[in-house]
């Protein structure tokens, strides 16, 4: 194991023993964690720090947004708390196998598939969690109509501007630690937004919401006010898992069309 191995499996022992003691997973997802990481870890230690980078870039957001996020995780959202297998599955299924691909075909649109699969969840997080913090206006994506901030089908502009920034941010990473080329960039980004608009898109016309009998509210969650919620909209077996999941293959999708797009273009010319 070279030096760069061992920094690099150090950091990745110190944050799963961090996880570990703050448990921000259930002990199901936190082995399923050790699982994935050390997998990509063995196939692309470099690959690694990307997730890495965005995992601290998570925390650091939601510590700075954690009064006004906790509202919507109570009132709001689906599901609250540490964070469970399913939800490590639908935000890591892709980025897993993208490396896999990656290792076993050594073809580079998978190492940009990563990226992507990576960059799709971290902007994901940070729009939602910017957006509710912050002042300004929630619209529905599909009706352009005010929404409560943290429904599933919002967008806001200081959201969607953090979201993307974020992104960059994990792109120019990418390109430090040679993962992906400096011409990459746009096109992480570009993926990854489509990505998280898709997931919006999808949360407003397709996932399962329900209303609160007790005080009106519409909500993900099953119980509200410590009754069962009324069935509003949505298809029932698309909850916010499915959404996640579904929108990170439509990045990753975006992605590879634009990867052979740019390589056909650069023959051409």
Known sequence: MSTEQRIIFCILVFILVAVWLKKSFTKCAFFGAVVLLFGIFSWHERALLVMIFAFALTAVVEKICRKKLR?????LTQKAGARDIIQLFVNGFCAFLSVFLYTTYQKEVFLW?????????????????????FQGKTIDICTFRPITKGLS?????????????SSVLLSA?????????????????????????ADSFFGSAWQVKYTCPICGTV?????????ATVYRSGWKRMNNDVVNFLSNLVACAVCVGLYYWFQAVSVTS
């Open 173 to 197: 990473v990418a390109v430090a630690l040679r993962i992906a080329e400096g011409k990459a960039i746009p096109f992480i980004v570009l993926s990854s937004t489509v990505g998280c608009l």
């Open 153 to 165: 089908g919002g967008v806001s502009l200081y959201g969607t501007l953090s979201g993307v920034v």
């Open 219 to 227: 909500t993900e969650k099953k119980t509200h006010c410590f009754h």
């Open 71 to 75: 509202y919507a995780d109570e009132n």
């Open 113 to 133: 598939v990563y990226v992507v699969a990576v960059s799709e969840s971290l902007q994901d997080s940070v729009s939602s969690t910017t957006g509710i913090a």
